[in-house]
């Protein structure tokens, strides 16, 4: 060793230990800028050895785009010496041995040995700490930033924010509440909620259901009154949610609410409006049961009577008028059954009720009331068989039926009408065809619309109101039957209803039911005719008397059922259903049990509701609908 180093290094033998054991990294740097020692922390920290380092430039440590300058800060410091914290005022880096750069703070301490000046360089590697300000000022900035926008949110909010401490103090309000109530935001804060704004009448009912709040931490959509400052009510909706400490205690309650009085006086009178409305549909219900009755009865006294003048007139012109009155008469009554209908159904006056049957039964119907209308009109109306059965209502399914069959009917000029039953699943398809005019595909949907009619313009009313398919739309509807239309302008339409099929073969009652005996060819069949109105009565009893039929009346069930017991045995029964006391089904099983026999019958309503098929209970009977 040198005497240079031998005194270089006797020199240092003083600050060995403490030189050693500094936290940070430390250079002794000669006043030239040679670094001279360096201790165990400045080697790990910049990844050289001392051997690589001592007799270096501590330029050896900086990157180089900052080396000239710290050439001339070097020079500074060595003109006047003096103890100096550097990054205070300046951003520094170093640089280690692989290349890799880092923010450093460097503490300079200029100590004097052996007559000469060395530099103590304290150097702390400030990277995390650089790292952990910006996150704390991108955290500051962040907070000033959320608070900036709630303080902003909570004063343009157009809705109550309150908050409320644990005791039900307000703690914070804005100024939509601040408005709504009537005070400063001053005099509310520290406010009692319960004493100051609930009515008295509910203020217990809202402590409770705060302590519930409190416990449970969210409630929404509570609605209750609050009284301002001027004494009025408001009623307001809430949804609260509890709010916590750092710790997870409950502090306090967060409340947003919506002034809803003039939504609840809206929807009170709209409650109002409709049980008012509810109260007229009932009363119009009553009107309608009775109506579909008795509006009928004298369009059945004249429908009888015109027969009955047919029969006796011979002059041609005579007979013109009477067909012509007649024609009058049926568009008359099918304008107010449908007019009827309508209303009971729109109402919800009738109930299905649902039944296993064979489809046939009602087809077989539909065949026999539509078939003369087909002939003459020179149509095919063509039914193909089957022994499917079907759960619905079959009085409203036929109902259904009817209308799309009458309709098809109507506008079909050449060809035919024909129903079919397609077995699809656990359904039955029955479709309804003709080769009528077709239907638009733009009216596709509004012909089930009230009062829409497809070549009409003019209202013609031998066509109708156009209130058959809305009555079906209805009926399906009211049955939860699909409904669908398939159509081709002058090719033909078909209407299909599908219906719930039942797989299994029920059984059905024989129409055939105890043998009776039929009067002979000598004899005039005996007919007994039951009705309440005097004109129906007389006008049946003439026409079936111009047929040849013995008629005998009766005026109410009562009279009728004397009649049995006083030994009349009629061949046939014809019945009103709508009868005072007893109605005409328990007459009629009145009169077979006295007579002991299932006497044929003719049951005659005005009713179109579904409930008066029961009469189908009884064998051997057969319903009509007035007219």
């Known amino acids: 060793m040198s005497d240079k180093n031998k005194n270089r290094e006797s020199g240092f033998a003083g600050v060995d230990d403490l030189f050693d054991a500094a936290p940070d990294a430390t250079l002794l740097v000669a006043i030239d800028g040679r670094i001279e020692r360096v201790n165990a922390q400045a080697e790990k920290l910049f990844g050289y050895t001392s051997e690589e380092l001592i007799g270096e430039p501590v330029e050896l440590l900086i990157p180089q785009r900052f080396r000239n300058s710290h050439l001339k800060y070097r020079q500074e410091f060595a003109d006047k010496p003096r103890i100096r914290t550097m ?70 909010q157009e809705g109550i924010v309150l908050v409320l401490d644990s005791k039900g103090r307000i703690t914070l309000a804005n100024p939509y509440f601040e408005a709504l109530v009537g005070y400063k935001v001053e005099q509310l804060l520290g406010l009692d909620w319960f004493a100051t704004f609930i009515p008295e009448e509910e203020r217990q009912t809202i402590q409770d259901f705060f302590a519930v709040v409190m416990r449970e931490g969210i409630n ?58 509810d109260r007229a549909t009932a009363i119009k219900s009553r009107f309608l049961a009775a109506a579909s009755h008795d509006v009928r009865q004298p369009l059945q006294s004249i429908s009888l009577y015109l027969s009955i003048l047919s029969k006796r007139l011979e002059k041609t012109d005579d007979l013109e008028i009477v067909n012509k009155m007649r024609q009058s008469l049926d568009s008359m009554g099918e304008i107010i059954d449908a007019l009827l209908d309508i209303s009971k159904l729109e109402s919800g006056y009738v109930v299905a009720e649902p039944v296993k049957f064979a489809l046939q039964t009602i087809l077989d119907q539909i065949r026999a009331d539509n078939a003369p209308y087909a002939e003459e009109k020179g149509l095919t109306l063509r039914i193909e068989p089957t022994l499917l059965t079907a759960l619905s209502d079959p ?27 397609i077995a699809d699943g656990q359904n039955v398809r029955v479709e309804v065809s003709d080769t009528g005019v077709g239907i638009p595909p733009e009216a596709l949907e509004t012909i089930f619309e009230e009062y829409f009619q497809l070549e009409n313009p003019v209202r013609d009313r031998s066509k109708g109101l156009g209130l058959g398919l809305a009555i079906v739309r209805h009926i399906a509807r009211l049955l939860e039957h699909d409904l669908d239309v398939r159509s081709r302008p002058d090719h033909g339409s ?20 105890p043998a009776h005996t039929h009067p002979s060819r000598d004899q005039k069949i005996k007919v007994l005719i039951v009705d309440d109105d005097p004109a129906i009565v007389d006008a049946t009893k003439m026409l079936l008397e111009v047929e040849g039929f013995d008629v005998q009346t009766a005026l109410d069930g009562g009279e009728a059922i004397s009649q049995i017991e006083g030994g009349l045995r ?58």
Not at 93 to 110: E, N, R
């Open 87 to 156: 990054g205070k005022s300046l951003d520094l880096y170093a640089q280690q041995k692989d290349g890799t750069k880092f923010p450093i703070d460097v503490k300079l301490s200029p100590i004097l040995i052996q007559d000469r000046t060395i530099v103590v360089a304290a150097i702390r590697d400030i990277t995390e700490s650089q790292k952990a300000a910006r996150d704390l000022m991108e955290a500051n900035e962040q907070l000033r930033a959320e608070k900036n926008f709630s303080d902003n949110l909570i004063s343009t």
């Open 570 to 627: 009629p061949d046939i029964i014809v019945s009103d259903y709508r009868l005072p006391g007893l109605n005409g089904i328990e007459v009629v099983r009145h009169i077979r049990e006295i007579s002991g026999e299932d006497l044929p019958t003719i049951l005659v309503t005005g009713d179109t509701s579904g409930k008066d098929i029961e009469a189908a209970s009884l064998v051997r009977c057969e319903v009509l609908h007035k007219p």
């Open 220 to 277: 929404e959509g509570y609605v209750n009154a609050i009284v301002t400052k001027n004494g009025a009510q408001r009623l307001i909706q809430w949804h609260s949610k509890t709010l916590e400490n750092s710790d997870g205690k409950i502090i306090g309650v967060l409340n947003t609410g919506y002034d809803v009085t003039d939504q609840e006086a809206a929807a009170l009178s709209l409650r109002e409006a409709k049980a008012e409305a």
């Open 494 to 513: 078909t209407f299909s209803v599908t219906v719930p099929l039942v797989r299994a073969a029920i059984e059905t009652e024989s129409i055939a039911g």
């Open 395 to 421: 009085a409203l399914l036929a109902r259904i039926i009817e209308n799309l069959v009458g309709n098809a009917i109507r506008y079909t000029e050449t060809g035919e009408v024909s129903i079919s039953c």
